[in-house]
């Protein structure tokens, strides 16, 4: 009998995958970490349950949340990698010769051995040298560090378990803080469709928006998050995405992508209307944000 | 116990809803058609066990169908809609006042006729007076009338059952034939990301693109259609859909539309890396498509 893994996109709506086999299940201390083989998707890992990378569109969601702030400031050297310990974020920022330092400060070391393990291609550049990881609360790191970062990326789960602390005002604040003045922030957003989810990207906004000089919202098509309309978003001191955007970054550095592109670049910040109108700050819904 | 409606969106990947009940079922001369009520989507529609509309998004399919073809060519006085029965194609085009007659052909009466009882507000504009509805083969149809129309709009079905010949090379053929010098069909396109409606994408478009001077593909984020991301054909004899937009129409009319916008329209056709290779013509897998 055919086995699935289904995944809840809310308690209405389920998604499921035909499975060949999991292959690796272990409750860490801080989440149920799994890996599943199948014909569809691949291999993929899933977090409490959560799917976080397939080897089908984990390029999406990789190449969106990075090449996205590179193409902005290429003067990016020095990295804050917050969670990701699948090593997709970092293996992108690998490409460019230009990055000095990239420190990945994940909670969860069985996630970084696990996905080293069971996933290489996607954390394939987690032992080249300008990479430190760090095994500890991103959360408390941005609070107590003293160094300075030109980009933070927040690879976070959702805001449950390990992640609550990553959708903090406080967080945000905190990384505000170790930002460069061409510093950037990009986070994963959520979706705007399903009501849970849209509550967190409204709060998320919100949050950001009251922090950073310039906060948008990006998205991109990723078929194996809940909706398949995932947001990103961009905050910065002071660099607009679109009107400081330098469109041949990549061309010159000869980096190959297989989602991102210069229109793409542009394309993902046209949100539809339902989603705009959900985002504006004055909507009586943003009054006593925490 | 929860009942919940599940569609396969390929033999390993399943898409599923909790409904509350199933409100109306019959199997028409054509097809399975099915109406059932969830707390998350609404009330939707099937025909032999795939949604085709719900409440809760259909107004992103049909805005895109509609409002990116007459923002190109705002003249469009006359309207040909293959299928389209439950009319929310119809809806969106009424809201152009300029639009003289919309012939709509649908080879299933009974799917117009349960739309009407049971998802009003989809098929609200069917009896507007400029409508005029033929319950008939639509491949037929275009081979047959003398007609000639400035927009053809092929809202149907995956290509199975009522829906293939609406795929034929034939088909498109007719459709150029019918059309006025400033013409334009658009088209449901399938998806990019799962391999079988990947295939029909490709050859889709291979096939408009031998008959129409300017084939194009655009996208929306349609959460309830097989993977969220989801493709239209944009075809036309000489009307290039970004080169000759008209980014006002919408505002001129005072059309509110609650997915569609300016940004929208241009960024709909910033294809990602990966889609645009699977469309690129001299891709050997195109030699030979019937």
């Known amino acids: 009998m055919a086995r699935w893994f289904s995944e809840p996109w809310t308690d209405d709506i389920k998604f499921s995958v035909k499975i060949n086999k999991r292959i690796f299940s272990k409750k860490s201390k801080y989440q149920k970490i799994a890996f599943y083989d199948s014909d569809e998707l691949g291999r993929f890992f899933t977090l409490d349950g959560y799917m976080m990378a397939n080897e089908r569109d984990e390029f999406i969601y990789h190449e969106m949340m990075i090449h996205v702030p590179m193409s902005v400031n290429p003067e990016i050297k020095s990295v804050l990698v917050i969670g990701g310990g ?22 969860d070391e069985e996630v970084v051995r696990t996905c080293e393990r069971y996933l290489p291609l996607t954390a394939s550049k987690l032992r080249d040298p300008r ?9 408390l790191y941005v609070r107590e560090t003293g160094r300075k970062y030109d980009l933070i990326v927040v690879d976070s789960t959702d805001p449950y378990g390990a992640g609550t602390e990553l959708f903090t005002a406080d967080f945000y604040q905190n ?15 959520e979706s705007p469709y399903f009501d849970e989810m849209k509550t967190i990207m ?20 990723i078929p194996t998050y809940a909706s398949g309309h995932w947001l990103f978003g961009f905050a910065s001191k002071k660099l607009h995405p679109i009107d400081n955007f330098k469109p041949d970054i990549q061309k010159s550095l000869n980096i190959k992508t ?12 046209a949100l539809p209307n339902y989603v705009k109108q959900a985002l504006i700050i004055d909507n009586p819904f943003f009054n006593n944000i925490k």
Chains 1, 2 share one sequence.
């Not at 920022?93 to 990945?104: E, F, H, P, V, W």
């Not at 297989?258 to 910040?269: C, T």
């Open 86 to 107: 699948d090593g997709g974020s970092v293996r992108e920022l690998t490409r460019y010769a230009s990055i000095q330092s990239i420190d990945m400060v994940e909670i």
């Open 131 to 139: 990479v430190k990881l760090l095994f500890e609360n991103g959360a």
């Open 175 to 189: 990384c505000f803080k170790l930002l460069s003045s061409g510093g950037i922030l990009v986070n994963q957003h």
């Open 202 to 221: 409204q709060k998320t906004h919100a949050k950001l928006k009251k922090i950073f000089p310039i906060a948008l919202v990006y998205q991109a098509f």
């Open 258 to 269: 297989k989602y991102y592109n210069k229109k793409i670049h542009i394309a993902s910040f």
